[in-house]
């Protein structure tokens, strides 16, 4: 490992070394330039500049909870540590090799923009002693100090993501009112979906996408349209937020979806183990002892049964865990049949759009599902619309070029 001397001297001697990090000192990955000249991996300098900013008031909650949980629980769960807020504000603002001051990221300024919209909706109904206005104020003048006269076009884009348009902030607020998905749909257009609008980011609303829209208006259908087409699962918004952000009974239906296709709680956030913690202080006891365990809540295919071997290859979905047993709980897809299976007779299949294990379609303002018992046929039926799909887009153009 190199050590500070070697970090310094190429601090001191470094010239606009277009192949090397100027951090971790290897080959530049997902290389990031600062005004300066300076060049740095993406994940080296988010952890010198973070990306986020501030700690949200996750990581306080996860602390004060994490002593309630472990006496609820037992040896079930680890304690976890939470990243604190003890970071040196005047060196993660500016390069580690030159000293000049960084921008700040797209997604703080997308904060702070989101934070004054609340701030502003809150005067105007007088709500000004309230501790979540006061919160809002503090939150406000915090990233203000921190990003400073930079603007947007300016900023940071630790992402390096140009594939996407900005979400018209309307589109949400519909959405939200009820719970018709057909200007969603109108708005993505036919298949196959143009990835810059499944993608679509709200700047004015911390950068959410369409899958929070759905998870958040707890519309099951909408995020199973749109895992289908190819949404990710794994998006954040601007504050770093998951899609399983909301671990309380409300969301437990969505939260459950969401792991079956895969969904991960951020790393920098605690992974899975914090948001077995979150779970828990919000209410959703069943989630949280669901997430103790590597399989739990997700869809999985059985391997390694040599008893009955007829059921490898078999997809489920685990359901809980027996300590008493050590063995899973699980439910067959297709038939909802339960058994039990040890650990090492599992393997993650997260549902994925040609793995789905179901399809819905929305045809004349009606919600169809339709389940299948294998992979070939899932993936035969989604085909089978795409071509379709395709058909019409030509059909379309033809009418419109004659």
Not at 47 to 62: N, Q
Not at 364 to 379: M, N, P
Request: hydrophobic fraction near 35%.
């Amino acid at each position: 490992m190199r050590n500070a001397t070697q970090f310094l001297d190429r601090g001191m001697n470094q010239t606009n070394n277009d192949k090397e990090c100027g951090i971790c000192l290897d080959t530049l990955k997902q290389p990031l330039a600062l005004p300066c000249g300076h060049k740095f991996c993406t994940t080296c300098l988010d952890g010198w500049r973070p990306k986020y900013g501030a700690p949200t008031g996750e990581d306080k909650m996860l602390r004060q909870a994490n002593n309630l949980l472990r006496q609820a629980l037992g040896s079930e769960i680890d304690t976890i540590d939470v990243v604190g807020d003890d970071v040196n504000e005047d060196i993660d603002k500016v390069c580690p090799l030159c000293r000049q001051k960084i921008p700040p990221s797209k997604e703080m300024i997308s904060q702070l923009v989101t934070l004054r919209r609340m701030r502003k909706t809150a005067e105007l109904h007088n709500d000004i002693h309230s501790k979540r206005y006061k919160s809002i104020v503090s939150s406000i003048k915090d990233l203000e100090e921190k990003i400073g006269d930079w603007d947007y076009e300016d900023a940071l884009d630790y992402d390096h993501d140009e594939d996407y348009v900005d979400l018209p902030s309307k589109l949400f607020e519909d959405l939200a009112e009820n719970s018709d998905i057909q200007p969603v749909l109108d708005w993505l257009g036919p298949p196959p979906i143009d990835p810059k609008r499944l993608n679509a980011k709200c700047p004015s609303l911390i950068n959410l996408t369409l899958m929070h829209i759905a998870v958040i208006s707890r519309n099951n259908n909408l995020i199973s349209i749109l895992l289908q087409y190819g949404a990710d699962v794994n998006t954040v918004n601007a504050m770093g937020q998951s899609l399983l952000n909301n671990p309380s009974p409300d969301y437990h239906p969505q939260n459950r979806l969401l792991l079956e296709w895969g969904a991960e709680y951020p790393a920098h956030k605690g992974g899975r183990k914090a948001l077995s913690q979150m779970s828990y202080i919000r209410g959703d006891i069943q989630l949280s002892k669901l997430l103790l365990h590597e399989f739990g809540g997700r869809r999985c295919e059985i391997i390694n049964l040599e008893k009955n071997p007829k059921f490898n290859g078999r997809v489920c979905v685990v359901e809980k865990w027996l300590p008493q047993k050590l063995k899973h709980k699980i439910i067959f897809e297709g038939t909802g049949d339960a058994a039990l299976v040890g650990p090492d007779n599992l393997k993650r299949r997260d549902r994925s759009p040609t793995d789905c294990g179901y399809y819905i379609t929305y045809e004349d303002g009606c919600i169809i599902r339709r389940d299948f018992a294998s992979k070939e046929e899932c993936q035969a039926y989604a085909e089978s619309l795409a071509r379709d799909a395709q058909l019409s887009a030509d059909l379309t153009t033809k009418v419109e070029e004659s």
